[in-house]
């Protein structure tokens, strides 16, 4: 563990720990990478506020992730105590991405515009169930936030720099 903070722009979500697994101390940890047992090569691992860091050592796959000890975790009782804490890499230690991809965490906070330049919302998170990644967008003046599958058909332009995303949302697809 460290006393040294982070800035969370300086952190990437890339795995959670899902709780113990057996009696010393292990925890079981989904990981969010695209190769999944990368997920110890980004270390050392911090929580989401960057307080604490872990350096990760994969024991074995298991269903839906791996069970893993994490440096300072020894008892089950602390395994426990670690259930739904997310684990942040440095964004510096993580691989370079391709044209067309991006880290969820960039997109979070970005504004969604259609394509005549109309606000949608804010993307205020990122889904994925498995059949692709899905935005949620939070809209103005509404309670419901829009789902906008992230497609290069529906969101055909990602604008970092200048913190937007245009969306040519199908008909019906807001209402």
């Known amino acids: ?42 270390g050392p691992l911090f929580t989401q506020d960057g307080a ?16 893993a000890r994490l440096s300072g975790i020894a008892s089950r009782e602390q395994a426990d105590e670690m259930k739904g804490t997310t684990l942040h890499a440095d964004r510096a ?17 970005l504004t969604v515009l259609d394509t005549g330049g109309a606000v949608i919302g804010r993307v205020s998170a990122v889904h994925n169930h498995g059949a692709g990644d899905i935005l949620e967008v939070q809209r103005p003046g509404q309670k419901a936030a829009a789902l906008l599958p992230f497609t290069r058909e ?12 245009i969306a040519d949302v199908p008909e019906g697809l807001l209402e």
Do not use: W
């Open 1 to 42: 563990m460290t006393d040294r903070t982070r800035a969370p722009k300086d952190l990437v979500c890339v795995g959670a720990i899902a709780g113990a697994f057996g009696v010393r101390g292990e925890v079981r940890l989904k990981s969010f990478c695209a190769n999944p047992e990368d997920i110890a090569s980004y």
């Open 52 to 67: 604490r860091s872990f350096t990760v050592t994969l024991t074995r796959a298991i269903p839906q992730g791996f069970s």
């Open 93 to 109: 230690r993580l691989p370079s991405l391709g044209d067309d991809e991006f880290y969820h965490a960039d997109l979070i906070g």
């Open 154 to 165: 529906i969101v055909p332009t990602v604008d970092l720099a200048s913190g937007r995303i």
